[in-house]
């Protein structure tokens, strides 16, 4: 069995800045990408940011120039630096771990969430 689980939310002022966190953990052969996504009330769940093993991202254009993905792929960790935060970045933010399996293909795994709210 995988785990995922997110954690660095909270409440932060417009303009500030955070850092959430990722760890996969369990039965993990390889990790193919992981990425982050959020929710935000009446909204569907959106792409936020993705980086595969390779290192290779790609960012939503609502939060290029102001986000960061990396990853300590030693740790199976993924990481979302957030700068510049608006009101309108207030989710639930959600991690989602493609773990490959042999002979059984590529399997996403998710986290339970973390709220993020920008609010003065």
């Known amino acids: 069995q995988v785990q995922v689980v997110e954690s660095g939310g909270g409440l932060v002022q417009p303009g500030g800045s955070l850092r959430l966190s990722c760890a996969a953990s369990g039965s993990i052969f390889s990790i193919v990408a992981m990425g982050w996504y959020r929710q935000a009330p009446g909204k569907q769940r959106e792409l936020v940011a993705g980086?595969?093993?390779?290192?290779?991202?790609n960012y939503s254009d609502s939060v290029k120039g102001r986000f960061t993905i990396s990853r300590d792929n030693g740790k199976n960790t993924v990481y979302l630096q957030m700068s510049s935060l608006k009101p309108e970045d207030t989710a639930v933010y959600f991690c989602k771990a493609r773990i490959w399996i042999p002979r059984g293909g590529d399997y996403d795994y998710w986290g339970q969430g973390t709220q993020v709210t920008v609010s003065s």
């Open positions: 980086i595969r093993s390779g290192g290779s991202a």
